[in-house]
């Protein structure tokens, strides 16, 4: 298995890797020659979770190309199992760090990029941990095209703001902004599995898509 040898937290494996392992001969090593490849449109989803998503993604819209990854082996491998069970061609997904990935991929290479609830790092002395920093945003603007879009979502204010504001250092622009855009609504959601347990907890929720205009 292709997988992130440097340090991170988090678990690796949860309760659904054995039912999923037999997938594991389906993963392909993240090269340059492999991304190179992959045609355009193509979508980047960081952090795909349970894999639920992005399947969903890939199976509705057949003419764009989803990769995604997540250092938690069983989204990846039940996002495989989806793929294999529909032929989904347009889906591709890695087990590994996205930090690990992105030096792989062309540069201006994606018409948008999706962060859906980044694990939080509530506590102050964690929050160095969170995905999305300073780092980040600079290799992805590097990936992203120009006119492209990053989509955040979190049900931390916090991080939220942090997030906003790293995009606005890095010149993204935001359109369609009005005092509602921030918040969960019928446009908004995105039904993903930590979007639905913040709902059962009755957390404020906030999004944004910024537009990198040049
Ligand atoms: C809170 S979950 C959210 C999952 C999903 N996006 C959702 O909305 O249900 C965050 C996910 O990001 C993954 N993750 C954390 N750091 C990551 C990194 N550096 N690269 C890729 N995935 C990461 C975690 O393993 C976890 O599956």
């Known amino acids: ?127 160095k941990r969170r995905t999305v920093n300073q780092k980040l945003v600079k290799n992805l603007t590097k990936k992203l095209k120009k006119k492209g879009f990053i989509r955040f979502a979190t049900d931390h204010g916090d991080y939220f703001i942090e997030a906003l504001a790293l995009m606005k250092k890095s010149k993204y622009t935001m359109p369609n902004i009005s005092p509602k855009s921030w918040e969960y609504s019928d446009s908004n959601a995105l039904h993903t599995k930590f979007e639905k347990k913040a709902l059962d907890k009755n957390h404020k929720l906030f999004y944004f898509s910024v537009l990198k205009n040049y």
């Open 1 to 127: 298995m292709f997988e992130s040898k440097n340090k991170y937290f988090g678990r690796k494996k949860g309760k659904s890797f054995l039912r999923l392992e037999q997938y594991t001969k389906y993963l392909v090593e993240p090269k340059k020659t492999l991304f190179n490849k992959i045609k355009t449109p193509r979508i980047l989803e960081i952090g795909i979770g349970d894999g639920e998503k992005i399947s969903e993604d890939a199976k509705s819209n057949s003419k764009v190309n989803f990769i995604g990854c997540d250092i938690f082996a069983d989204g990846v491998l039940r996002a495989i199992r989806n793929s294999v069970d529909y032929k989904l061609k347009n889906l591709q997904v890695f087990h590994l760090n996205i930090q690990e990935l992105l030096p792989l991929m062309p540069d201006n290479y994606f018409e948008e990029i999706r962060i859906y609830f980044p694990d939080p790092w509530p506590k102050n002395r964690h929050k």
